[in-house]
């Protein structure tokens, strides 16, 4: 049974570019949550999407945006790239819309750099 | 509002060494509190929890109880191994997302 796997795994970008992460989340989940982890800290809550809608959102501005398709897969969109949105992206998939979080599964992230 | 203090790393140990890595967190009520592990190029993985005061969360060695009075959650072990490096952190739910401390990166020395 494959776990949450994350595309691609390293990625660099210049400043004002765009960017698209993908997330394939464990299987029987529904459920899509993306993170930022900036280097030496926790990760940050961007967002959470279930049945293809965002339904809860950190404080992160409208340049990261994602979608979820009918496979419960889902994108993370980053455009007018900034230095500071260098990071490991985390991706986690957990069943059903305010489920117990203790069932989040985490994928190994994709490492952006912005040059 | 709601957050998660850890203690500042890095935390350097020789293998057997006694490990404590503390955790406090302001929130309202009394949430869920966990510890998850993060090993050199993957993700987190959940490595204990408590869901209620006085709770004790145990799982390869490592234990943390749930202090209500001081709005803890202290992670300990034994004896670490080397096996053991990584980075810690501490965390509660928010709503439907996680709030995570800074982490707390533990290198264990043979």
């Known amino acids: 049974d494959a776990g949450v796997t994350q595309s691609p795994t390293h990625l660099i970008k210049t400043r004002g570019q765009q960017v698209t992460l993908r997330c394939s989340p464990k299987s029987g989940h529904d459920t899509v949550s993306w993170y930022q982890q900036a280097l030496g800290q926790g990760p940050q809550f961007i967002f959470q999407y279930y049945e293809e809608e965002e339904r809860q959102r950190g404080n992160f501005p409208d340049r990261f945006s994602g979608h979820q398709f009918p496979n419960y897969s889902s994108e993370l969109n980053v455009n007018a790239l900034l230095l500071g949105d260098s990071a490991l992206y985390l991706c986690?998939?957990?069943?059903?819309?305010?489920?117990?979080?203790?069932?989040?599964?985490f994928g190994p992230g994709t490492r952006l750099t912005v040059l | 509002g709601d957050s998660v203090t850890q203690m500042e790393g890095p935390v350097t140990l020789s293998e057997e060494a006694f490990l404590t890595i503390n955790c406090t967190y302001t929130a309202t009520g009394y949430p869920s509190l966990f510890w998850y592990v993060q090993y050199p190029g993957e993700g987190l993985q959940l490595l204990l929890k408590?869901?209620?005061?006085?709770d004790k969360g145990s799982n390869k060695g490592f234990e943390a109880t749930y202090r209500k009075e001081t709005t803890s959650f202290h992670l300990e072990k034994g004896s670490v191994q080397v096996s053991d490096s990584a980075v810690y952190f501490c965390?509660?739910?928010?709503?439907?997302?996680?709030?995570f401390g800074a982490g707390t990166r533990l290198t264990v020395k043979p």
């Open positions: 408590a869901t209620k005061a006085d």
């Open positions: 965390a509660h739910p928010n709503n439907n997302d996680m709030r």
């Open positions: 986690a998939s957990s069943l059903g819309y305010g489920g117990a979080l203790d069932t989040q599964y």
